[in-house]
């Protein structure tokens, strides 16, 4: 048997969520069935039996009967799962597999889609707030495109209490199956903002953040760069930052290193380079809010 869940932008934090179930029946009109789980303020399963979330299994309200693959919403559910453009026009995306669905279920709060696009270049410190709540610490992805390492950034940035990530141009979806599997969760918890430079820069005048890139000691030689220690972090303690992590072949791009402070891990190996998502971990942690360091 094979799980999913369709959340909306519209997903209310303890309203029900609803879960587009498949099975291998014989017959293809019982293959797709709605389960409906509910939350109450702690997280748990409302109403019914107190060891089981799940109340119901039914068809979604707008849908009376499946009887053939031409189904509408057979080919909506179809769609979400392989077009990042109608996710986004939809502002809605499936999940599918036992596993992912019950990451989601393990917080006490399921936030929805907070997934923003800048489409005004005229932003105020309002429009940024609204976004980022809280933007002590952001973390900025410039033209990662393997969903492997974005999903795991996005589960490495909620870990470490950072309060939401910017996606440069030459991102891949973050909602896409394998982004959603490596976040765990994380991409439903975490405010995602999709725009260009001209909006990064409006968000880092208007916040007065700094801005930092993670970049090879040895790999810039127009321009210094510091490596990362204790002593430059507590500096950074009251400062608010944004850290901008670069693609897996073609590093930062040219507008990263020139407006950014770069930023390299020391390492007494051999090797030049991390991959990403090990890079921005050691990153993340290092630079994660003081409140919410616990070592």
């Known amino acids: 048997m094979q799980c999913g869940a369709l959340l909306s932008s519209s997903s209310s934090l303890y309203l029900k969520l609803p879960l587009i179930c498949e099975t291998r029946p014989n017959t293809f009109k019982d293959s797709f069935a709605a389960a409906y789980c ?137 909602f896409n199956d394998k982004a959603l599997r490596a976040s765990r969760g994380a991409s439903f918890q975490l405010p995602i903002v999709s725009g260009d430079w001209i909006h990064l820069e409006a968000l880092k005048d208007e916040l007065q953040m700094k801005i930092l890139a993670g970049h090879p000691a040895d790999d810039d030689k127009l321009k210094s760069v510091t490596l990362l220690s204790r002593m430059f972090v507590d500096s950074l303690a009251d400062t608010k930052i944004c850290v901008i992590l670069g693609s897996e072949g073609n590093g930062l791009s040219e507008k990263s290193r020139q407006e950014a402070e770069l930023v390299a891990i020391p390492m007494t190996g051999e090797f030049e380079s991390l991959n990403v998502s090990v890079a921005g971990g050691i990153l993340l942690y290092m630079l994660q809010p003081a409140n919410h360091i616990l070592l």
């Open 38 to 174: 509910n939350y109450d303020n702690n997280g748990g399963g409302g109403g019914g039996d107190d060891n089981s979330s799940v109340e119901t299994i039914c068809l979604p309200h707008h849908v009376k009967l499946i009887t053939s693959p031409s189904n509408p919403f057979v080919k909506h559910c179809l769609k979400l799962r392989q077009s990042s453009s109608y996710r986004h026009l939809h502002a809605s995306v499936l999940l599918v597999g036992s596993t992912p669905i019950r990451e989601i279920c393990m917080f006490q709060k399921i936030r929805g889609l907070l997934y923003s696009y800048c489409s005004n270049e005229n932003m105020k410190q309002e429009n940024f707030l609204s976004w980022f709540p809280s933007p002590h610490r952001l973390l900025v992805l410039d033209g990662i495109q393997d969903p492997g390492n974005l999903g795991t950034l996005l589960r490495s940035a909620m870990a470490f209490g950072w309060g939401g990530v910017f996606l440069l141009p030459g991102c891949c979806d973050p």
